[in-house]
């Protein structure tokens, strides 16, 4: 008698076919760049058709992307009233910086104690420099104050330490970018780091450790300093930028 063959799972029988672009991951970082350029403005309310058109994708990956801002607490949604970007939470962003001040001294206590650091002079390189080399531009100097954060909690060799650094980092950027439009605070940043980085070369924790507090101490009031005109006058560099 005749036997029927075995069928075939269906994806063995349908071709293979490439994977579409992650339009997902397009609009999370679109929408995320303009929240963080201030053309999105703290508390602006938004629809979905609207921020389709200008992130340039379909409504179903910029909601899968809204969702994940959502998630992350930089968006809120409103039942049949639309999105808005959260509102800067002052309460949380000292909490945030607390938990940073924490993170930063464990690591520079370690920095202090272990025998290898091939990435002091990397930072040396950066910060130990003549008034007349310093970089000016605000944006440029605070992609460069992340890195040296980041770079001091790397040192620490504690992976989950680093991950919620860098979650911290995050979620603190959209106001950290304000402490660099004013001119004092670039100069400070410069001086800060290299009396942080001299303490840590020498080996002095408890001073390192100091001057850290002190100096994300500052950058934690400078916080509260913020006023709705500061962002207006933030994003317009962003504005006459690329759209």
């Known amino acids: 008698m005749a036997t029927t063959p075995p069928s075939l799972p269906r994806d063995r029988l349908t071709p293979a076919t490439p994977p579409a672009p992650n339009l997902a991951e397009h609009a999370y970082a679109e929408v995320k760049r303009l929240i963080f350029d201030f053309v999105l403005m703290p508390g602006d309310h938004f629809s979905e058709s609207e921020l ?33 970007v959260a509102p800067l939470d002052f309460d949380t962003f000292d909490e945030l910086y607390d938990l940073r001040v924490l993170i930063e001294c464990a690591a520079v206590q370690r920095l202090c104690e272990v025998e290898e650091r091939p990435g002091l002079q990397a930072l040396a390189e950066v910060w130990l420099v003549e008034a007349a080399d310093r970089i000016a531009d605000g944006v440029a100097v605070g992609a460069l104050d992340e890195a040296f954060h980041r770079a001091l909690v790397a040192s620490s060799g504690n992976r989950e330490m680093a991950r919620v650094h860098a979650d911290i980092t995050e979620r603190i950027r959209i106001i950290r970018r304000l402490d660099f439009t004013k001119r ?4 400070a940043t410069y001086d800060e780091h290299a009396r942080i980085l ?33 962002l207006y006058r933030a994003r317009e560099p962003a504005r006459s930028g690329p759209a």
């Open 52 to 84: 389709a058109r200008r992130v340039e994708v379909s409504r179903t990956p910029l909601r899968q992307a809204l969702q994940r801002l959502q998630r992350e607490g930089f968006l809120r949604v409103f039942p049949k009233l639309g999105w808005q």
């Open 198 to 230: 001299g303490a840590i070369t020498r080996r002095r924790s408890d001073e390192a450790q100091r001057l850290l507090r002190a100096h994300i101490g500052q950058s934690k009031l400078e916080v509260r300093h913020i006023t709705l005109d500061m």
């Open 184 to 187: 004092d605070r670039v100069a």
